[in-house]
């Protein structure tokens, strides 16, 4: 392969093992080469196992027979070749959505039905999602760095309609390296910040804007897999603080977070 015409979307395909065998060695040399390419391979790839490891157990689940009756075609060939893409397509759906028919993610400590889209939650399962998604990034875990913090704050505050201040966690070992918009689930933009020990641990607090007349929780813990979230609603915001920590040492993060955020300003 023309080192020329090594693409983006090569890289991808590397990481997610889907590279055609003729051009794997030519991708794996680009590497050793370009240790910045090498890098990004490297994060997608972490991903990649991040998520897996989160969202296996719905995944593994067999696909709702309601998904696999709709539509089919008539044929018997083109019914075996449908049912496949139909169930590799579902399997995606709930992957990514970790939520619907027969599959969920987050297991409530206080409740383990499934929940809706509209409870507390959901509110911790978008959070494990967005940090598994972008703490592992090398070279653009954040979309503003905490060089800009004061445009950050300014930027975040203006999109979600109210004031933000990132919490100081350096007397616990953690520094703001700093955050991003997301997409949120019906309720407007979400921030999310991102602090970094000297280890190069992270972990994000998520902070959405929540539906008028929400009630307000106290601390709610969560966890899936190696991830732990603490999570609660305080007035119009809500906020979710992930990461790869035991629970006792996470929820003394969220006690100093909180007591932070509810300090007058």
């Not at 050793?32 to 972490?46: G, K, L, T, Y």
């Amino acid at each position: 392969m023309n080192p020329q015409a090594i693409s983006e979307a090569h890289l991808h395909a590397l990481a997610d093992g889907l590279l055609p065998e003729a051009q794997r060695a030519a991708l794996e040399a680009h590497l050793r080469d370009h240790p910045e390419d090498a890098a990004r391979v490297a994060a997608w790839r972490e991903q990649n196992r991040q998520l897996r490891a989160l969202y296996a157990p719905v995944h593994d689940e067999p696909v709702p027979a309601a998904l696999l009756q709709a539509s089919a075609p008539s044929t018997p060939a083109a019914n075996r070749g449908w049912h496949r893409h139909a169930m590799q397509a579902a399997a995606a759906v709930l992957l990514v959505l970790a939520g619907g028919a027969g599959g969920w993610l987050l297991r409530d400590s206080g409740d383990n039905r499934a929940q809706s889209g509209a409870s507390p939650i959901a509110l911790a399962r978008s959070a494990a999602i967005a940090h598994a998604v972008y703490t592992p990034e090398v070279r653009h875990p954040v979309e503003v760095g905490a060089e800009q913090e004061a445009h950050l704050v300014q930027w975040l505050s203006k999109r979600l309609g109210t004031r933000l201040q990132p919490p100081t966690l350096l007397p616990l070992g953690y520094q703001l390296i700093g955050g991003r918009l997301l997409p949120g689930d019906g309720d407007g933009p979400v921030a999310q910040f991102m602090y970094q020990d000297g280890s190069g641990k992270r972990l994000t607090l998520y902070v959405a804007k929540e539906r008028a007349g929400r009630q307000e929780t106290a601390f709610r813990y969560t966890q899936e897999q190696q991830l732990s979230v603490f999570y609660w609603i305080d007035g119009q915001l809500g906020y979710a603080l992930s990461a790869s920590l035991p629970k006792q040492e996470l929820g003394k993060i969220a006690d100093a977070v909180y007591a932070q955020l509810e300090a007058p300003r």
